[in-house]
């Protein structure tokens, strides 16, 4: 019986271990640092799990140097005011990212600004006006 016991843990434990594999850490970004680059759009992809794009940025040695950027997933982003089409390859934009601590050309997006002068985020911001609506009197305490 504890045989038995023992085989299906072991079992549960590989069906548990499969998806905590499936994910990647973000252990390699520098959260302490943010790089801004200033480049053109070379492709854009609006996927799950995480949305991406990689952007051509001039080279102080001549040439370009194209840049990976990883995104959070379209749901957030679409939350955040973005739509499939608001970023596009050749569109000149300014983006701020989490660089690698590797040093190589990726990183974690944090903010774009667009042609237009538009600045998306990867999460919705909230303002002074998101809590508006809250009767300031219910919040006393009694």
Known sequence: MSMRFAG???VAVAALAGPALAHHSAAGIDRSKSVTLVGT???FGWTNPHSWMEVDVPAEAGGTVTWKIEMTSPAFLVRAGWKSTSVKPGDKVSVVVR???SGDPGGLFVS???PTGQVLGERAVEGA???AHIDKRALRVR
């Open 41 to 43: 759009v070379r492709q």
């Open 99 to 101: 660089p690698l601590r």
């Open 8 to 10: 299906c843990v072991a």
């Open 112 to 114: 774009v600004t667009l």
């Open 129 to 131: 006006h998101a809590d």
